[in-house]
């Protein structure tokens, strides 16, 4: 039984939950290989015709849990491969090829409608969750950041931002560590509908059982023109290279501190020395 999801499919919705919310939907590898379990079924469902992903708790996701000890019963080694183990840069590298840039790609691409209802705080790998979905709809409370580079990183590692929010605004949020309202996500185009609180659950349901009495395979060929034309605009390529530099990010941090993110604003305290 999955610890970190919930999963369930009534009328052509499969209904993901992240469920962990004493830890603010914190991503630690466990939850992260749980909910892909979770969008695969949905994907091999026949009765799932839409996907909902949806967070208990005040807050969506507070992004990576980055505690010492977050990953310490991850089978994440033995997923990769033990034949193909490595250290150091390399073997983080393939780690986050997986659970970050691999997964979202993944969930991006499965040939059915998906719906993210995000609510709080959604903060740097907490938008990885939500960009692959294909609408989202937002509380009034929704507040997203991704607030890496004080860490030592150029941005998280799918690089939705540009696209997304547009390049002055994705500059401004990483350059600053801000965050953006709901209603301003609304406006840049990133969120389909800001609702109140507490009519995000049947908001982001409604629309999902609308969508759930369209054709499927006409609704595939709707994603996939969508998405085709972005990748055509060059997104996949550039979600791609974008990872290798969030990559350049680690190992900068790892040979100024040892570490593979800056902690306690080394980063500025150096940069005013
Ligand atoms: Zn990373």
């Known amino acids: 039984m999955p610890e970190f999801i919930l999963y369930d499919v009534a009328d052509g919705v499969a209904t993901i939950t992240l469920n962990r919310p004493d830890r603010r939907n914190a991503q630690n590898e466990a939850l992260l290989d749980e909910l892909n379990d979770a969008w695969e079924r949905a994907a091999a469902d026949d009765d799932a015709r839409v996907i909902l992903l949806n967070a208990n708790g005040p807050h969506f996701s507070a992004g990576h849990d980055t505690s010492p000890d977050a990953n310490k019963d991850s089978k994440t080694i033995a997923r990769i491969g033990a034949g193909i183990k490595q250290s150091g840069t390399m073997e983080l590298y393939s780690r986050e090829a997986r659970h970050f840039l691999g ?31 294909d609408l989202i709809v937002a509380a009034d409370n929704a507040r997203f950041s991704d607030p890496v580079v004080l860490m030592g990183i150029g941005g998280v590692e799918y690089h939705g931002h540009t696209w997304e929010l547009g390049a002055r605004k994705a500059k ?50 709707a994603k996939r023109v969508v998405n085709q034309t972005l990748d055509i605009q060059g997104q996949y390529a550039a979600i791609q290279a974008c990872f290798d530099i969030h990559q350049l990010g680690h190992a900068s941090a790892y040979v100024q501190s040892g ?3 800056l902690t306690d604003h080394q980063g500025i305290k150096k940069a005013a020395t």
Do not use: Y
């Not at 691409?109 to 903060?123: H, Y």
């Not at 409604?206 to 499927?216: N, Y």
């Open 259 to 261: 570490k593979f993110v």
């Open 103 to 133: 997964f979202s790609r993944r969930w991006r691409d499965i040939p059915k409608p998906s719906i993210a209802a995000v609510q709080g705080a959604c903060i740097a790998g907490g938008l990885m969750l939500a960009w692959p979905c």
């Open 172 to 221: 401004e949020i990483l350059f600053m560590a801000s965050s953006i309202t709901a209603e301003e996500a609304r406006e840049l185009g990133m969120v389909n509908r800001v609702v109140p609180v507490d009519e995000l659950q049947n908001t982001a349901r409604e629309m999902a059982l609308r969508i759930a009495g369209m054709p499927p395979h006409a609704l595939a060929m």
